[in-house]
């Protein structure tokens, strides 16, 4: 791209073509050459926006765990609907995607981007911590609910659903595990806390 040329929502087209490397090739293939050449425009324009690569990738998950947060609510606005296990097993679905996936070996490979997330995730692994309280804010609710038993953990169930699913769904190249497996997966997290039929 020519000096000069505006480019329009410059932090939301690195994002993008970052999120496309990052899925396509790995997060080892995620550089900064690799980023602005994916956007179409000079390196230079990265720096201009971003202290450095790793002030970059920080900012990049910290969209990705915004974008889950917010649909946090959504979750919660199913509370009441379908079954909980059902409701759960479509959040993983949705969750473990290819690129949440990309964003966590990213995470987990950059010991210098771990350190910067820790201001802001202090405990845990950034994005699973926060999918987690996601997940925990929707149980609660339905067990507000009289769906899943008055004295039951959600801060522990969601994050054992949580590591489950992330076992689950890693290393499989992009596809899902069929609906059943995480189905099963759920439902057995889930069975104890679950108010008995009669």
Same mark, same amino acid.
């Given at each position: 791209?020519?000096?000069?040329?505006?480019?329009?929502?410059?932090?939301?087209?690195?994002?993008?073509?970052?999120?496309?490397?990052?899925?396509?090739?790995?997060?080892?293939?995620?550089?900064?050459?690799?980023?602005?050449?994916?956007?179409?425009?000079?390196?230079?324009?990265?720096?201009?926006?971003?202290?450095?690569?790793?002030?970059?990738?920080?900012?990049?998950?910290?969209?990705?765990?915004?974008?889950?947060?917010?649909?946090?609510?959504?979750?919660?606005?199913?509370?009441?609907?379908?079954?909980?296990?059902?409701?759960?097993?479509?959040?993983?679905?949705?969750?473990?995607?290819?690129?949440?996936?990309?964003?966590?070996?990213?995470?987990?490979?950059?010991?210098?981007?771990?350190?910067?997330?820790?201001?802001? #995730?202090?405990? =845990?692994?950034?994005? %699973?911590?926060? @999918? $987690?309280?996601?997940?925990?804010?929707?149980? /609660? !609710? +339905?067990? &507000?609910?009289?769906?899943?038993?008055?004295?039951?953990?959600?801060?522990?169930?969601?994050? #054992?659903?949580? =590591?489950?699913?992330? %076992?689950?769904? @890693? $290393?499989?190249?992009?596809?899902?595990?069929? /609906? !059943? +497996?995480? &189905?099963?997966?759920?439902?057995?997290?889930?069975?104890?806390?679950?108010?008995?039929?009669?």
């Amino acid at each position: 791209m020519p000096t000069g040329v505006a480019i329009r929502d410059v932090r939301e087209q690195l994002f993008a073509a970052a999120e496309r490397v990052l899925v396509r090739d790995g997060p080892n293939a995620l550089t900064s050459r690799a980023v602005t050449t994916e956007a179409g425009c000079a390196k230079g324009v990265l720096h201009r926006h971003f202290d450095d690569f790793d002030d970059f990738l920080a900012e990049l998950v910290r969209d990705r765990i915004a974008a889950v947060e917010a649909r946090g609510a959504a979750l919660r606005g199913v509370a009441g609907t379908g079954t909980v296990s059902g409701n759960v097993a479509a959040a993983l679905t949705d969750l473990f995607g290819p690129l949440a996936l990309g964003v966590l070996g990213l995470v987990t490979s950059r010991d210098a981007l771990r350190a910067r997330l820790r201001r802001t #995730t202090p405990v =845990g692994i950034p994005l %699973l911590t926060e @999918a $987690g309280s996601v997940l925990a804010g929707y149980l /609660a !609710a +339905e067990r &507000g609910l009289g769906r899943l038993v008055a004295d039951c953990d959600t801060d522990a169930l969601a994050f #054992t659903v949580i =590591g489950s699913g992330h %076992l689950l769904f @890693a $290393g499989r190249d992009g596809v899902a595990p069929p /609906a !059943a +497996e995480v &189905g099963r997966v759920v439902g057995t997290v889930l069975a104890g806390a679950t108010p008995q039929a009669g």
